[in-house]
Structure formats: C-alpha cells, structure tokens
C-alpha cells in the first residue's frame, strides 16, 4: 500500500551512488546545499533615490559529509587514496546522493558533479566503548542537481 503524499518525504534510509557502486549503509548526511552567489546592483530610481538591487550570481561550490558505520567495505579508503595521490582523474566522479522510502524505493536523487573526497573521519576508538565505529567522508563538489 503506498504512503500518503504528506509521509512521503520522510527520508527512511539513504544511499550513496558513484560509478554503478550503491552503498546504502549511510546513516546521516549533512551539509548537502544548492547555493550562489548574490550581485549588489547600487543604482539611482528615476525619481533620484538610492537603491540597491540584487542579482544572481555565479553557483557556488558544496562540500556534503556522509556517515556510515564501520564494514569491510574499503570504497571510501580506495576513493580518498586517489585525490591524495594526485589522481584527480580518478578521484573526480559524478554521482548521487539518494533518499529511499520505507519500501526501499528512491524518492530523491541529488547529484553531485565533479565530487572527490575531502577527507575521512573515523570514530574515536576506546577500549570498552559500546558504540558504533563510524566513518565519515566530506565530499567536495562543483555544482548539484536535483531529480
């Protein structure tokens, strides 16, 4: 049975998608943002007051973290590797942000262009904790589209 549209938007689980590769363990994702910049036109009106007008700008760039528990999976180890080593070629990758429903099915993509990791956090390790490890990589990526 599918949801009404007013639960629709509530975000079950999230996805992350670069190269065909789907990882779907991401707990949290922050930081994800469409922005630009803003253009202060200083004018006079015809009738001689001073106006400021704003105009859009250039798109800015964003950066998004996405968190996952600690698995076996080396994907982001082996993605950061190559932005470090200077394989830029590599390392840049068009991909997708996605956010399933509770049926598992996609409800929004947000596609990230020129992305290449930024950095990896992993969790503090203490002895006797009964936390989850966690990962977290920051992406960094010149424009996004939304689908």
Do not use: C
Request: hydrophobic share 35%.
């Amino acid at each position: 049975m599918p949801l009404p549209d007013l639960d629709s938007s509530v975000g079950h689980s999230f996805g992350l998608e670069f190269d065909s590769v789907i990882i779907r363990q991401i707990t949290e994702v922050s930081g994800l943002k469409m922005e630009q910049d803003v253009i202060e036109l200083k004018q006079n009106t015809a009738d001689g007051k001073y106006a400021v007008k704003k105009l859009p700008g250039r798109p800015k760039a964003g950066e998004v973290t996405v968190s996952r528990g600690l698995t076996e999976d080396s994907s982001f180890e082996r993605w950061i590797k190559d932005s470090r080593f200077g394989r830029m070629s590599d390392a840049r990758r068009n991909g997708a942000i996605i956010v399933y429903d509770y049926e598992g099915l996609p409800i929004k993509r947000y596609k990230l262009i020129n992305a290449w990791p930024k950095s990896l956090e992993i969790g503090a390790l203490k002895a006797g904790d009964t936390s989850v490890l966690t990962e977290k990589l920051v992406i960094t990526y010149e424009s996004m589209e939304v689908d």
